[in-house]
């Protein structure tokens, strides 16, 4: 089944030591996402892939950076993560943007541990 | 921020019908509604969307007022397995879209 598949489903870091965590997807869709969602909050975008165009959210921090090297794969790098980083990091795909193919799928998230 | 309101939490008995309300009174011409849900420990998953008429799709129906400003979705025949976080999400079709999550309703299925 085309999916979106998110590796590790768990990952502990320590403070300060680089992570990155990855997304990979089997829709051939043109849009990636990444979303940050801490305990008992609702996801917040930090930012998207349109194709190869990176688009920033205002307020995410510079700490977090992205990579989408092809299509199908997409990376999360924290390059020094701290303890309000832990969250669940989810990535999600659409087919497009500004249509009606916009529909996002998720998928199941990477829990981040930050000792 | 988010455009809509939403209780925080409801019950609902198992077998009946779920009636989900959310409120979005400034929603523009162009803005649909989205409904999502968040299963404990999973990624948010799409149910459905609507701009105006009445949709119904295998797993939910939405009904939209006819002003606009409010919706209800309605899971016809509730399981344990519907227990989730829903979110009624106001977006546009165009090229700045995004989602941006509300907090939610926390729907508890009672057996």
């Known amino acids: 089944d085309a999916m979106v598949i998110q590796n590790p489903r768990y990952q502990v870091t320590q403070f300060g030591k680089p992570v990155t965590l990855s997304c990979s997807q089997t829709?051939?869709?043109?849009?990636m996402y990444w979303y940050q969602q801490k305990s008992s909050q609702a996801p917040k975008l930090l930012f998207h892939?349109?194709?190869?165009?990176?688009?920033n959210e205002a307020d995410t921090p510079d700490n977090f950076q992205s990579r989408r090297p092809n299509t199908s794969f997409c990376f999360l790098d924290i390059r020094s993560p701290g303890l309000g980083d832990a969250a669940m990091y989810l990535c999600?795909?659409?087919?497009?943007?500004?249509?009606?193919?916009?529909?996002?799928?998720f998928g199941p998230g990477t829990r981040l541990t930050v000792l | 921020d988010a455009k809509t309101t939403q209780p925080p939490s409801m019950d609902c008995a198992e077998g009946r019908a779920a009636n989900l309300p959310c409120n979005h009174s400034?929603?523009?011409?162009?803005?649909?509604v989205y409904w999502y849900r968040q299963i404990h420990s999973q990624g948010p998953q799409y149910i459905i969307h609507?701009?105006?008429n009445n949709e119904t799709n295998e797993m939910a129906s939405l009904i939209i007022t006819e002003d606009r400003k409010s919706s209800t979705l309605i899971l016809p025949h509730a399981t344990l397995r519907d227990t989730a976080v829903y979110y009624c999400?106001?977006?546009?079709?165009?090229?700045?879209?995004?989602?941006?999550f509300g907090k939610g309703t926390r729907l508890h299925i009672l057996p």
């Open positions: 400034t929603i523009s011409g162009n803005e649909y």
């Open positions: 829709l051939n869709h043109n849009v």
């Open positions: 999600a795909t659409s087919r497009d943007r500004g249509s009606r193919y916009n529909e996002q799928f």
């Open positions: 999400i106001v977006r546009t079709l165009n090229r700045d879209d995004k989602i941006i």
């Open positions: 609507g701009l105006k």
């Open positions: 892939y349109y194709d190869k165009d990176f688009n």
